[in-house]
């Protein structure tokens, strides 16, 4: 019998996103139910009581939350292809220190840049940078951040090159100037196709982005 896979999740999440891509990575076929976060639907709310947040993946009926642990679930359950953690424990504990880092870092830095004016905005712009340059530094000449092999630490940051053009828009910044290697990452990413399939155009959400902004602005 086949498994039955239902990812819950939002089409702007980067948290999503990930689940995606190591969805498209391994081959797993599954549903995908778009989730109105401003309306949370009751599957949402019995799946997650606790957070009560996406990504939700339901695996067989029961219910995994936490993008991070979704991935290492599915490497664990779903082994036989691409796995994504190293197989090393020191590796493997390295790798998760890395996507705890940006875990608490981008997004969180992110949304200052959107969100901020002023000073606010000169020094939330200048925390992602020395963000985004201590990944570089962490990548070194590496193809990936796991060495050869696109990985557990590439899936985890991967969705916010998605949000790259409106970081550099709000925060009058070229990351590729600032980072070229980080974008050299991410361009070898786009190449496989679980990524290029699955990450929006930077464009189309930049606009969203804007248009939001404005809205917040105006309240």
């Not at 939700?56 to 993008?67: D, M, R, T």
């Not at 504990?93 to 608490?104: E, L, N, S």
């Not at 606009?207 to 309240?219: C, Y």
Request: aromatic content about 12%.
């Amino acid at each position: 019998m086949a498994d039955e896979v239902i990812l819950l999740g939002s089409w702007l999440s980067p948290f999503a996103t990930r689940v995606k891509i190591a969805l498209a990575e391994k081959e797993i076929e599954y549903e995908s139910r778009e989730e109105d976060l401003s309306n949370k639907s009751p599957v949402l709310l019995k799946m997650n009581p606790v957070n009560k947040q996406i990504p939700v993946l339901i695996h067989n009926g029961k219910p995994v939350c936490e993008s991070l642990i979704i991935v290492q679930y599915m490497d664990e359950v779903w082994n036989h292809k691409s796995p994504l953690l190293p197989s090393d424990p020191y590796q493997r504990a390295h790798a998760r220190f890395w996507v705890d880092y940006i875990d608490k870092k981008v997004y969180s830095l992110g949304k200052l840049l959107f969100t901020s004016t002023g000073a606010a905005l000169e020094l939330a712009k200048n925390d992602l940078l020395g963000c985004f340059k201590l990944l570089e530094g962490e990548l070194g000449d590496k193809p990936y951040y796991g060495g050869e092999t696109f990985g557990f630490v590439d899936v985890a940051l991967i969705p916010f090159y998605t949000f790259f053009y409106s970081f550099e828009q709000f925060g009058n910044f070229s990351v590729v100037t600032e980072c070229p290697k980080l974008v050299a990452w991410a361009h070898r990413c786009m190449e496989k196709e679980c990524v290029s399939n699955t990450l929006l155009d930077q464009h189309k959400v930049y606009d969203f982005m804007l248009e939001r902004k404005k809205k917040l602005e105006a309240q």
